[in-house]
């Protein structure tokens, strides 16, 4: 029998989301090395981070939801890059899959849907931080333009190893002349 074809929505990400996305993020704190969080998080504790990516700005917060199921499929997001005022046309993105829509499209998806919202912005670069080794991640972000720029070697500790984190940058937009 053939498989049949996801029908994913990409939205804004709402409260009625958080529990979901909560549980989402906990896997690859968990599981991973992906983030460097080493504790789960309540869905209470992840609330100050839901709001911080209002629907509209460069901060957002983008989730795909399986249309028949509405189960999330996972997220992608644009945050501050650093907290100095200088930084503010910069964001920092990343994209979460489910475990189980890994490998769909739906990180493709997602960013697609989240560059499109950004545009128009007054932004001029996103940065990605990509725990190493992840050749998914790092395919996914030369998909979309990021050069890598550098690598922080050994600068995080989790599961008693230490990890490099590559830094890819991507251009958003030209600064007016």
Same mark, same amino acid.
């Given at each position: ?5 996801? /029908? ?14 909560? /549980?989402?993020?906990? &896997?690859?704190?968990?599981?991973? !090395? ?8 309540? +869905? ?8 911080? &990516?209002? /629907? ?10 399986? =249309? ?14 650093? +907290? ?5 046309? *910069? =964001?920092?993105?990343? =994209? ?31 940065? !990605? ?5 992840? @050749?998914? *991640?790092?395919?996914? &972000? !030369? ?9 922080? /070697? ?14 890819? @940058? ?8």
């Amino acid at each position: 029998m053939p498989q049949q074809r996801t /029908e994913v929505q990409v939205s804004a990400g709402t409260e009625a989301d958080l529990e979901a996305l909560t /549980e989402l993020y906990n &896997h690859y704190v968990r599981e991973t !090395a992906i983030t460097f969080d080493t504790a789960a998080f309540t +869905p209470e504790q992840r609330r100050p981070w839901l709001h911080s &990516h209002p /629907e509209d700005g460069p901060h957002r917060l983008l989730v795909a939801r399986d =249309v028949r199921s509405a189960l999330i499929l996972g997220y992608a997001t644009s945050g501050p890059f650093r +907290p100095k005022a200088a930084y503010s046309t *910069s =964001v920092e993105v990343s =994209v979460y899959c489910a475990p189980e829509a890994a490998g769909r499209g739906i990180g493709t998806l997602l960013y697609t849907s989240l560059f499109e919202a950004l545009d128009g912005e007054d932004l001029h670069r996103a940065y !990605a931080g990509i725990a190493l080794p992840n @050749e998914a *991640s790092a395919r996914l &972000h !030369a998909r979309f333009g990021f050069r890598h720029v550098g690598t922080y /070697e050994q600068v995080g500790r989790k599961f008693g190893k230490y990890w490099d984190v590559a830094w890819h @940058e991507k251009e958003l937009g030209r600064l007016d002349q």
